[in-house]
């Protein structure tokens, strides 16, 4: 692990599962995260707007606002922003190659790092069983997820005035599940297939909410997380290395996690 300093520029930043519009959405983080770290190109790999959530109830407060006007800025600045639509922001999926406000929409994209490696970045959910066949039950395993994370506020506003840190009761749940791990685990090997397929190093996406970066089979399987739970982010440095980054409270000095042969070790280990 490395200290970051309190500002830092990246070649790219992949980002994923913001969820705005969704009451979970930790707005004042991701904006945070956006004041303190620059890069050449933005990469938003999916659901970033939560339109599932906004069908069924509006709830956009001014932290959504910001967060949205945040990228426009950075856009208007110069910063090349790409949006690879998800399955809750899916409305984006008709308009292939149009720019809104110099955002770039776009299905999916074969990205090259500084160092040569070329990584496949998507959303992930047509590799999704649930979400491809069984649209009902995507929608109450949605409606559950959303149950969840109500569950999740009430325990961190406890656990704040006790002094204690976060904790997510939705992510420890879904890890207790052993469907839940057999279908994380299936989802990343699916995924690193398709990479395979089209003959590049690694992919990126989001979809699972569940952050990391792992080597599954030669190819370099990197999920982005989300801003619902884990608040991570994938950012490229100037030689091509890709690192997690862990952004835990406003201003705070967050973490690096490299890509390296020893890091995907450890993290099989754990």
Known sequence: MTEMASSR???TIFISDVHLGSKAAQTDLLLDFLR??????IILVGDIVDGWRLKRSWHW?????????????????????????????????????????????????????????RYLVLHGDEFDVVVRNARLLAYLGDWAYDAAIALNVVLAAVRRRLGMPYWSFSAWAKLQVKQAVNF???????????????????????????AVMEDI??????????WVESCTAVVERQDGTMEMITWQKPAAVATLQPLTPDSVEGMKAA
């Open 9 to 11: 520029h990246f070649r």
């Open 36 to 41: 303190h770290n620059e890069a050449d190109t």
């Open 184 to 210: 994380i685990g299936e989802f990343q090997n699916v995924v690193a297939d398709e990479a395979r397929k089209i003959d590049v190093d690694g992919v990126i996406c989001g979809h699972i909410h569940h």
């Open 217 to 226: 089979n030669g190819i370099q399987y990197i999920n982005t997380g989300d």
């Open 61 to 117: 407060p001014q932290g959504c606002n910001d967060v949205v006007q945040k990228l426009l800025r950075k856009a208007r600045k110069g910063c090349r922003i790409i949006y690879i639509p998800g399955n809750h922001d899916e409305f984006l999926r008709d308009f292939p190659g149009t720019h809104f406000g110099g955002i770039e929409v776009a299905e999916r994209i074969v990205h090259e790092a500084a160092d040569g490696k």
